[in-house]
């Protein structure tokens, strides 16, 4: 946008590494071209993405990035990679498939974990889980509502008063959890996450994938968390 040239000039260094980033996280190539919009005000971000909290950035049918995101330089791989992920599955699936198909812990948590933490920087993986253990914790769902979804106020939203604290508590959580179905059979979650992507139902897609409900995976998880 005319004015944000500077801006995008500064984000110019990091696109191609974060498209390889979430194109090796996804398993898949983007299926169109990328194309970043930069916006020169908070204003405008928030007329074009239709975002009303002012995030770094945010994907409707294009990703839009909110000026403010230069104020803080070094976050600005990981918040493009993050939202890159977020393209990625709405080029694929659209975005009422992918609003319909995917629950939003699933997708922040797999942007977030190509994206090395972006989007949760305030919150460590040590706190992330340390809050698990005291259960104040997400718990995975196979679908949200269309129009109440589950995201960090419905999960902390009567529990943390800082709403950017609960937002990357969220993002963390469900990171934690995408890494532990990635790292506890690879082959099975490439699988999973393809048929995802080809527009599978995300709880067939888990059963076919590892043979166990999301529940008994995510109950898993939580036996396995590691000692304080």
């Keep these: ?29 983007f299926v169109q071209p990328v194309v970043i919009h930069v916006c020169a005000s908070v204003s405008s971000f928030s007329a074009h993405s239709g975002a009303t909290t002012a995030p770094k950035g945010a ?4 990703l839009f990035l909110n000026p403010r995101l230069f104020e ?37 948590g797999l942007a977030t974990l190509v994206a090395d933490g972006g989007g949760a920087e305030n919150v460590s993986a040590g706190e992330a889980r340390q809050a698990l253990r005291a259960g104040l ?16 106020d419905y999960w902390f939203g009567g529990k943390i008063t800082d709403p950017a604290k ?28 393809l048929r995802v992507q080809d527009g599978g139902d995300f709880a067939e897609s888990v059963r076919a994938a590892y043979a166990r409900n999301l529940d008994e995976l995510w109950q898993q998880f939580l036996r396995e968390l590691p000692p304080a």
């Design 1 to 29: 946008e005319p004015g944000a040239e500077g801006f995008a000039y500064r984000a110019v260094p990091y696109v191609a590494s974060s498209v390889a980033k979430v194109e090796e996280g996804h398993y898949r190539r």
């Design 59 to 62: 994907v409707n049918e294009q």
């Design 72 to 108: 803080t330089p070094e976050r600005i791989p990981r918040i493009l990679a993050h939202e890159l992920s977020h393209l990625h599955l709405v080029q694929q699936l659209g975005v009422y498939r992918s609003h319909r198909n995917l629950p939003d812990w699933f997708k922040e």
């Design 137 to 152: 914790r997400i718990e995975p769902v196979e679908r949200d509502g269309l129009f109440r979804r589950k995201t960090a």
């Design 166 to 193: 609960r937002q990357h508590l969220f993002y963390r959580q469900s990171m934690l959890f995408v890494d532990c179905l990635r790292a506890t059979d690879e082959a099975r979650f490439r699988q999973f996450l």
